[in-house]
């Protein structure tokens, strides 16, 4: 699987904004008075939350949960926050079907209420208003995330509250439109004036404009520009009566900046320092976030030691800031977000770490000691997941329990949070194996921080026998892959450093009597670090791991051989790779199927065949000589997006491929299968693009049994095409992983499967959702209408 990577000059903006994907607790943190608020925009299945924290003594417990009174499942209420005294505005960017809102809350006694609900008048379907708020007595700021990205460039809502405590839409802060110049992505309020950053304008060098309030509304801005280009100026804006704080963490390579102005009598802004860390590296984002309390500056650092993350502390000295040290939190993992968001107070502060536990979050809050600060408390929700379902297969009606389904039953259901990973981790995925000696049938399910081992011998209720973990020391990752040979798991994991292949002989699932067991490998073959994927040809007895990075022999990214004939003790046997294809010419395939070829090309009979999906086209390779392998044919096709994944008819005549961005990229209304006709090995031919009606998802993985293709489409789910005309496929059954919201182009839901087990369970993987077990019926193989 790849996806589409945001800029790392801008990665601290994708931390604070979050996606849809996970629950992102601690995305936004503030302090109103004594009390601490961390935000958890929630998922496309649960609405956002902001939760209340409140000191007794010296612990921390929540003391309440705000919602919006009309809170639903996706609305990303806590998307943004802002705090005045006794007043809170929640940015909700999607509630509504996306016109987005915000709602104000006041102080109710020892609570608070919801006492408003902010909307644009005409507003429309995705908008998206409250992607960003600021709040200054009874004005408030709303952000469009719509506009922020628009071609016709961003605006600011001003909503206003008058003597009757109404609160009512009082203008619009505009600036001269530059397509997605990101205009409102931060906002600021002051005593007579309203700033809005946009840290992509002009080449991403950034500007700050400055609109002083008139009598009737606001006049005219003045800008601030960037110090120069690519800078991301006006990333994050802070203000103290007349000084004004302005980050551009893109500085320098990413080591950031963060530039001081005051403001004299006139209401002119004069730059009067710029506070940068001598101990920051390329990419340490200095300046994602920002955090005042009287003499002490806070300033985040989300890139900060490899990504850890950190803050930065300064303590006023006269006109200047004086370093005074970085701050750190126990077990700060990577990408975690530490250093997005933080707030200050007299003694205790708080910062969210949104990406932590694999996009479920976390909050800290930390404590003033004696010489510093130190966390005194870690904050976080219960992942909310779906109910099993086990003790009787569910027919498919339509539905089948909650997901919609056609001709295909559900067998049984395990969520993800109940596969052994830690919190948040999420499924990737699967292989099968059938214990020789027992008969049972297992399903080896990969997630983000290791695999799982479920025995679905009684199908109705699966078991999960033992887990083995990642390579210690390695982070977690979101690509994982597994294979067969010999009753040994062979596991690859992708953006991993130096996690090796794990060897693991599944005989020993046979012997345990207290599950689940934690496992180790038998051993791991440190010749690759990280790999996307594996491939085993369990005809020949050789492994081949692809898309290698991050040290080890490479290969180009291209098939890395391995003798696995003795399954514990794996050799390197060679490299090959194609420079003709991959986005960078290097050969780099993100997927292949290796045969021992018995198609109709009797030029290869019986010789040692790859399929490559290199990310532009399709390769095919002889690697029968490993010593040296022969590169046969590539083939490139129309409308490529990226190559992806491909899989052989039995017959070795066609190969069905599908492109993963394709639809995401808008190249194609519906999810696309790519059939080649491959019975002559050297000039492979685009017999037909196959546009699922039914289905406009994003394709992932498929596996062929017969005349039956099964595939994994994401939100779509597992589809089921008919090929037995193989220039007019059709689809026969389908069963939708993700119950809620359109099967559309994106990265959510089934990621693979596996349907070659005798029994006929076919074994699905759906990321946050877990573990399915279906069965096919057929209804005559007609057309799902």
């Not at 999607?94 to 809350?105: K, L, M, N, P, Q």
């Not at 203008?171 to 840290?199: N, Q, Y």
């Not at 004004?244 to 390579?253: K, L, R, T």
């Amino acid at each position: 699987m790849t996806r589409i990577a945001v800029a790392l000059t801008l990665l601290f903006l994708s931390l604070s904004a979050g996606t849809a994907a996970a629950q992102e607790f601690g995305n936004t943190a503030r302090i109103a008075g004594d009390e601490i608020l961390f935000a958890q925009p929630g998922t496309d299945m649960i609405p956002g939350s902001v939760f209340v924290y409140r000191r007794a003594s010296s612990s921390w417990s929540e003391s309440a949960r705000l919602t919006a009174s009309d809170g639903m499942p996706g609305n990303r209420f806590g998307s943004s926050l802002a705090v005045d005294g006794d007043r809170l505005v929640v940015g909700a960017w999607w509630a509504d079907s996306g016109r987005g809102a915000a709602y104000v809350f006041e102080r109710a006694g020892s609570g608070w209420r919801e006492t408003a609900r902010l909307t644009a008048s005409g507003g429309d379907r995705g908008d998206s208003l409250g992607s960003r708020v600021a709040l200054h007595g009874d004005v408030a700021l709303v952000s469009y995330a719509s506009a922020v990205d628009s071609t016709e460039g961003g605006k600011v809502l001003v909503f206003r509250r008058d003597g009757s405590g109404t609160w009512r839409e009082a203008g619009v802060l505009r600036a001269p439109a530059t397509p997605r110049d990101g205009f409102g992505r931060s906002l600021a309020l002051g005593d007579g004036f309203a700033v809005v950053g946009a840290a992509n304008r002009d080449s991403a060098a950034g500007a700050v404009f400055v609109y002083p309030a008139t009598g009737t509304g606001w006049g005219e801005p003045v800008v601030l520009a960037g110090p120069e280009k690519r800078v991301g100026f006006g990333a994050e804006i802070l203000l103290a009566g007349d000084t004004m704080f302005v980050s551009a963490p893109a500085v320098n390579q990413g080591r950031g900046m963060v530039l001081a102005f005051r403001r004299d009598a006139s209401g002119a802004w004069t730059e009067t320092g710029r506070l940068e860390v001598a101990d920051a590296t390329p990419r340490t984002f200095f300046g994602a976030s920002l955090a005042l309390r009287g003499d002490e500056l806070w300033v985040g650092a989300i890139g900060a030691r490899e990504f850890h993350g950190g803050i930065y502390r300064f303590t006023r000295l006269g006109d200047a800031w004086v370093p005074a040290g970085l701050l750190e939190v126990p077990e700060s993992g990577r990408f975690t977000g530490f250093g997005s968001t933080v707030a200050l107070g007299d003694d205790f502060a708080a910062a969210g770490m949104p990406g932590d536990d694999f996009g479920f979050g976390t909050g800290r809050i930390l404590a003033r000691a004696s010489g510093g600060w130190e966390q005194v408390a870690k904050v976080f929700t219960d992942v909310s997941s779906m109910p099993a379902v086990t003790n009787g297969p569910v027919t498919c009606t339509g539905t089948a329990s909650m997901f919609p389904c056609g001709n295909v039953d559900l067998v049984a259901f395990v969520p993800t949070s109940s596969l052994g990973g830690a919190r948040g981790a999420e499924l990737n995925d699967i292989w099968g194996w059938t214990d020789p000696q027992t008969g049972k049938e297992y399903a080896l399910v990969g997630r983000q921080d290791g695999t799982s081992f479920v025995d679905i011998s009684d199908p109705e209720m699966p078991v999960l026998v033992g887990t083995l973990p990642r390579t210690e020391g390695v982070p977690g990752s979101t690509w994982r892959d597994i294979k067969v040979y010999k009753d040994h798991a062979y596991i690859v994991a992708d953006g991993a450093d130096a996690h090796g292949m794990q060897v693991f002989d599944l005989t020993r699932l046979r012997n345990v009597t207290n599950a689940p067991a934690s496992f180790t490998p038998e051993t791991t073959y440190h010749n690759i670090h990280s790999a996307h994927n594996i491939v085993i040809n369990e005809d020949t007895g050789f492994a081949y791991t692809v898309g290698n990075s991050a040290g080890g022999e490479t290969c180009g990214g291209g098939l890395h051989m391995i003798d696995i004939r003795d399954p514990k003790n794996p050799t390197f046997a060679g490299c090959f790779s194609d420079p003709s294809t991959g986005r960078q010419k290097t050969g780099y395939t993100h997927d292949a199927q290796c045969v021992l070829y018995r198609g109709p090309d009797a030029d290869y009979k019986d010789r040692e065949i790859c399929f490559g999906s290199n990310e532009t086209a399709l390769s095919i390779a002889d690697v029968t000589d490993k010593a040296a392998p022969v590169a046969v044919s590539m083939a490139e096709y129309p409308n490529v997006g990226y190559t992806h994944q491909a899989w052989l008819t039995e017959d070795h005549r066609y190969l069905l491929m599908d492109d993963e961005l394709d639809e995401l990229n808008g190249l194609v209304d519906h999810t696309r299968t790519l059939i080649w006709d491959v019975s002559d090995l050297d000039d492979p031919i685009l017999l037909k693009e196959y546009l699922n009606p039914n289905n406009s998802s994003s394709d992932h993985n498929q596996y062929v049994v017969g005349d039956k293709v099964f595939q994994s489409n994401y939100v779509g789910g597992l589809r089921i095409l008919d090929i037995s005309d193989i220039e007019n496929p059709h689809e026969v059954g389908y069963f939708d992983t993700v119950p809620h919201g359109a099967n559309v182009p994106g990265f959510d839901g089934s990621w693979s499967n596996y349907p070659y087990f005798e029994s006929g369970v076919i074994v699905v993987t759906s990321g946050d959702e877990g573990l399915f077990l279906l069965r096919y019926r057929p209804a005559g193989d007609r057309p799902i209408s």
